[in-house]
């Protein structure tokens, strides 16, 4: 199945406050093979709200092997995609081993509140990867924290590629904290790789994360206003010698 989502969630255009989609709970689900884990999508000016991804019993749910998905001219992967959300919480998600054009372990877009935290991000391999992506405008309230994002690399160096832990292109109040990113990009002289990229938004706090082995630049700041980075550790090489 080429065009394939593990888990599909839409709102129609003509959605209301009682038929739109909000408080499900999606949880300890284990989901390989398709294109897209879950993909929650809104068509309507109502958001849907209270929406989870996460574990029951302290068991994590798991995505793994995506594989990539045709779609125009592009072929992408993606272990979470969702947009037009409010209130959604994304957490214990063991997103492993997606190869695709385009890579992403979170992908959010559209409007309003996410927290996704605690989940783990691995494997990824591309010409566009990133571990979380947000891509959000208006009044929004974004928390990434307590995630592990690691082994994100571009599959060769014959093009140039962009490989990121965390890209933050718009949002109004964003917080990336407690973090732990590392082996991001793989030595290609064709590849810009980041820990965590701000190109946009504002009021992003970035405050101890923990970043290390980084190709190109730990911590990136090129947009944004009011940003605060503070108390992060970040080492271009392979980081501190824990044994």
Known sequence: NEHSNGIYSVSGPHSTENTRNKANQFLSNNISNVAVGYSFGNMSSVLDSGNVIGSLNGVKGSIRNLIQEPRYSDTYSIGINASGQYDMHIYDQ??????????????????????????????????????????????????????????????????????????????????????????????????????????????NNVLNNFIYDIDYRGISVEGGRADSIFHNTVYMGSGPDTS
């Open 94 to 203: 063991i997103i492993d081993s997606l190869t695709a054009l385009h890579s992403y372990g979170i992908n959010i877009s559209g409007r309003y509140r996410y927290s996704i935290h605690s989940n783990e991000i691995k494997k990824l391999y591309g010409y566009s990867v990133c571990g979380i992506a947000s891509n959000i405008n208006n009044v929004s309230s974004l928390d990434f924290y307590d995630n592990s994002i690691h082994t994100l690399n571009s599959v060769d160096d014959l093009y140039h590629s962009v490989v990121y832990g965390v890209y933050i292109l718009d949002g109004e109040i964003t917080a990336i904290y407690n973090n732990r990113i590392y082996d991001i990009g793989n030595g290609s002289r064709n590849t810009t790789s980041c820990g965590i990229r701000i190109a946009g938004g504002r009021n």
